[in-house]
């Protein structure tokens, strides 16, 4: 098939991706992913059998798209070019609908018409010729229309000198027919005597099974492949979901008119109008209306968001209640959401070491398996003298040899593992990150932006006695007002909060490196940082004594209670017991005096308690890495129950910290957000960011948590530890059936038990096997526990 579109690419790391089209097992798979390797130019290739897709790294002065398409098209396949340009305008579940629904319509011919010739071929009538002239009939239209597809493939392998499992199904099936039109044409011309009276005693005994065999057996495969694709294509459909989320068409505003477009027609700068209950076709930022925004599907937030004019939408965001004007910022495949769709992609492409055992494998399956039927029939034809039992032996052989298990063990349960993760707000960059998060011990966690919010708030409010806690909190705000410093916001925002009465101080001044200074109803006021308390002129009154409630800080609404009440207590240094408990204390005071303490802290972000629980439940070490002071980050970690602290670590020595560990032969995920996050990220044995992080610390990690959900961390690790463990049993199942099956199929049992596998049971057994392993995949969305 001739390429169409445009590259879908990486634009750093010259990635191409295409749709393989025609692969059945996994000897198509490694035969399409050599014939891609062996293209002057390519980097690295890889193919996946579940996604029937191709992921291609090149040097792009040296190879082109065209380039990789001649390659398939050589090695006996199609290819098609992934489009660059909305996501749901190159849909390959169309593509997928329409094989499963040729798949079922090959299965219901077969049906219809094995059941009545497993009827005539061991029921008593009718007998002798008219069984034979009945069978054929019967058997021939399944031969020819159910098995199309595999003698076809074979046919293409076998012109370019290669075999796959098309093959083994063909010639086992083949060979099979051909036996029964063998027997048929001696039953139906009896030359001799004695050959009609062998032609006789096979067509009543054992050859009428040799038409019934072909038959069942490409019904069973069949069946197995109709079961097969549907499964594939439940594991797929987390991105069939996530490419719902965004229309196909925006509402383009051109003045006082509007029309409908495709969004990939949409440019940069275009106004577009979203109704109430319409989802946000491609990112903006509101110009005009205000509206309740779900945008659930990347946060993981239930809780709708306000926006108004200035603010950002994301494509797939549902408008919930009022109508929006929107411009356009990112064209639709540049898109947040076309970039979480890449991303899980990416990683339910990708493949984790885990696979290279079956890789290995697949390469010398086909040929081996070959092999084994040459011997088996050589064994019993040759050596037994039984031609009848080496006949159905290589039969049975051809057939329940399955690569297909082994080829579809590591893809599919990547695939479920990547769409799961998704669902859950987890997006893996890769396979292999979900293999080394089964191996994780220790979880090293920033603690700012991550454990607790980018932003302060007020945590206690401690009037001396002159007032009360809401007037000394509005007589600090009225001198913060203007100033931009995280502390002053904190402190006006409370205020705010509270709905205090704005009040407003004159002769403002900025005292670098202590705070402010204002003038308020004539008094002089000065709010900061404790060194103001050796400002000249100062009263030192309240300054080393005060009293306030141990049990807990002050909470944002919280008003307190009065000296004396239970709880209460009398502390020496007011300034150092603050910090003690982790909080940035601001002193004010009127003329000199002292009228009270404000402390600041950042809020434990939502959902860290539970997340650092999780934690431990999954017997993880869990190490908070801070650089603020030792005190602070010891509060935060009382608070969430963590053990281990390492404070007042400097940007770029955290990555110091990661490697003393994995030193001490721990292997380390790494959390963070920032900037100075993304070395120690890179350094961790698996990085983790927040998305809604720096985008340095988002590039650098191999998971990236969409919003700011922590409990993604503990969730990324129970999905690794899932994966891996649904993969090995993938593959030991795989391995063991074919170990087990191959010698029976062949025979190796007859002269010990007198056991053998009929070519119709070998049948069963082989689609049962693939069908078991994508079975078993799928499973892992309930075993993740994510």
Known sequence: ???????????????????????????????????????????????????????VQVDSERVDANRLVEAIEKAGYG?????????????????????????RRRLIVALVLVVPLHVVTHGPWP???????????????????????????????????????????????????????????????????????????????????????????????????????????????????????APPVATVLNGE???????????????????????VPLDARVLAGSSAVDQSWLTGESIPVDKRPGDELLAGAVNLDGSLRATVERVAGESALSRVIELVRRAQESKPRLARLADRVVGRFVPGVLCVAVVTLLAWGVGAGDWAVALRSIVAVLVVACPCALGLATPVAVLVAGGRGAEQGILVKNAQALETAATIDTVVLDKTGTLTENRLQVARVLPSGELSEDDLLATAAAVERLSTHPLAVAVVEEAARRNLPPRHAENLQVLPGSGVRGTLDGRTILVGRPNLLNEPGVTRTGATESRV??????????????????????????????????????????????????SLSAPVAAGATEAVERLDRLGLRVELLSGDHVTTARQIASQLGIEHVTAEVLPDQKQNVVRRLQERGHKVAM??????????????????????????????????????????????????????????????????????????????????AGLSLPPSAAAAAMAASSVSVVVNSLLLRIRAEV
């Open 671 to 752: 959390v963070g957000d920032g900037i100075n996050d993304a070395p120690a990220l890179a350094a961790a044995d698996l990085g983790i960011a927040i998305g809604s992080g720096a985008d340095v610390a988002v590039e650098t990690a191999d998971v990236v948590l969409s919003g700011s959900d922590l409990r993604g961390v503990g969730r990324t690790i129970a999905l690794g530890r899932a994966t891996v463990r649904t993969i090995r049993q993938n593959l030991a199942w795989a391995f063991l059936y074919n170990i087990a099956l191959l010698p029976l199929a062949a025979g190796a049992l007859i002269p010990v």
């Open 127 to 245: 007998t002798g010729a008219a069984r034979l002239w009945l069978q054929l009939l019967l058997a021939l239209p399944v031969q020819v229309y159910v098995g199309w597809p595999y003698f076809v493939g074979a046919w293409r392998q076998l012109r370019r000198g290669a075999a796959n499992m098309d093959s083994l199904i063909a010639l086992g099936t083949g060979t099979a027919f051909l036996a029964g039109m063998g027997q048929f044409v001696v039953g139906i011309v009896p030359w001799t005597s004695s050959i009609a009276s062998t032609a006789a005693h096979y067509a009543t005994d054992n050859g009428a099974m040799y038409f019934a065999d072909a038959a069942m057996i490409l019904a069973f495969i069949t069946l197995g492949k109709w079961l097969e694709g549907k499964a594939k294509r439940r594991a797929s459909m987390a991105i069939r979901r996530l490419l719902d989320l």
């Open 79 to 103: 290819a098609a070019v992934v489009s660059d340009s909305h996501p749901a305008t190159d849909d390959p579940f169309e593509r997928q609908q329409a094989e499963i629904a040729d798949w």
């Open 549 to 598: 409630r141990l049990d807990a800080p002050t909470t944002p609404g919280d008003t307190g209670d009065e000296p004396g009440a239970t709880g209460i207590s009398p502390v020496p240094d007011m300034s150092q017991f603050l910090r003690e408990q982790g909080e940035t204390p601001l002193a004010v005071l009127a003329d000199g005096r002292l009228l009270g303490w404000i």
């Open 257 to 279: 008119q509007s029309e409908t477009r495709p969004v990939g027609e949409v440019a940069v700068g275009e106004t577009i109008l979203i109704r109430p209950g319409e989802k």
């Open 1 to 55: 098939m001739p390429a169409s579109g445009d590259t879908s690419r990486d634009r750093s790391n010259d990635r191409i991706t295409l749709d393989v089209l025609g692969m059945h097992c996994a000897s198509c798979s490694a035969r399409v992913e050599k014939a891609l390797r062996d293209v002057p130019g390519v980097v690295a290739a890889n193919v996946n059998l579940a996604t029937s897709r191709a992921s």
